[in-house]
């Protein structure tokens, strides 16, 4: 079966399902489990018909990552605070979608000068590390999404494929997991962007397109 995407997941919510868009409206913030963040510079926040719909982060001023499925039309961001509504601002200019991985890279009209910018990696981590992960999405399966921004720990198990046959990381859950809104948000390990939120069970697993296994491209579409 096919894994849900973490966008499809709010509007299917059954099955696997992308990471991804989520439903307008904050109720409280309790990624499932996990806990909040309390400073993420590097963070960002996909709107898309003026509302939230995936996590992201931003590379240099002028650049944002975030999944292939979330993108759209009439596509804003809200960039480096970890309480959503309250970050700096930016229309999307145009996006750059991967041939084949969920990554899509989107281009500010506006540039957006923040205290640290995520780093891609150049390496998958190995079989076995302790990863983190961090969103906005829904706090349970059945939401709400998280004002504030949440992180979990998880484990990476192998590599696999992402929603569109691109290379991913395959990480299971230890202290949490992705699940809709978090689509497009940023696997670290060691400080480096080591993944893309794809597609998750809503339960114990998740599978993070590869950022090294997409470096090339990202270093010849936004510079970095």
């Not at 002028?62 to 959503?84: D, P």
């Not at 689509?183 to 809503?202: C, E, H, I, K, R």
């Amino acid at each position: 079966m096919r894994p849900f995407i973490l966008a499809c997941a709010l509007l299917c919510a059954a099955g696997a399902a992308p990471a991804n868009a989520a439903p307008s409206g904050d109720v409280s913030p309790l990624i499932i489990g996990g806990s909040l963040v309390s400073s993420a510079p590097w963070s960002a926040a996909v709107y898309r018909g003026g509302s939230f719909t995936c996590s992201g982060t931003i590379l240099s001023p002028e650049w944002v990552l975030t999944a292939k499925h979330c993108v759209g039309s009439n596509l804003t961001v809200r960039v480096g605070n970890v309480h959503r509504a309250q970050g700096t601002p930016s229309s999307v200019s145009r996006y750059v979608n991967h041939a084949q991985a969920d990554q899509s890279l989107l281009r500010l009209s506006t540039p957006i000068q923040t205290s640290e910018y995520a780093k891609p990696a150049d390496t998958n981590p190995a079989n076995g590390t302790t990863n983190q992960i961090y969103g906005w999405g829904y706090t349970s399966r059945s939401g709400p999404v998280s004002p504030q921004l949440k992180t979990a720990d998880v484990r990476m198990n192998s590599v696999c494929r992402d929603y569109y046959g691109g290379q991913a990381l395959c990480t299971s859950r230890i202290t949490g997991n992705a699940w809709s809104g978090d689509s497009g948000g940023p696997q670290m390990y060691n400080g480096l962007q080591v993944g893309v939120a794809s597609t998750a069970d809503g339960s114990s697993t998740q599978q993070y397109s590869s950022v090294p296994a997409t470096r090339e491209w990202i270093r010849t579409t936004a510079g970095v």
